[in-house]
């Protein structure tokens, strides 16, 4: 039970710290200004993407090698 509280408490705590940083970020207002937060937030969905796609065939992969055995 302590070990929860604990975890509870430290998980607002950095939830606050990055509520205040968050409330600084100066890159992502130029990149919003200039338009290419578009361009970033593309970049790192087809990245994401990817990962999923790959990791859902390894997934199958592994799925047909356990029923072989």
């Known amino acids: ?3 929860l509280i604990f975890s509870l ?4 705590s950095c939830t606050a710290v ?3 940083q968050a ?3 100066e ?3 130029a990149l919003r ?3 290419k937060i578009y361009v970033v937030v593309l970049t790192i969905a087809i990245i994401f ?3 999923a796609l790959y990791l859902f065939s390894m997934d199958r992969r ?3 090698i356990e029923k072989e055995k």
């Open 1 to 3: 039970m302590k070990k």
């Open 9 to 12: 408490l430290l998980l607002i």
């Open 18 to 20: 990055m509520a205040q």
């Open 23 to 25: 409330q600084q970020v």
């Open 27 to 29: 890159m992502a207002d």
């Open 33 to 35: 200004s200039s338009g």
């Open 49 to 51: 993407a990817g990962l």
């Open 62 to 64: 592994l799925k047909k």
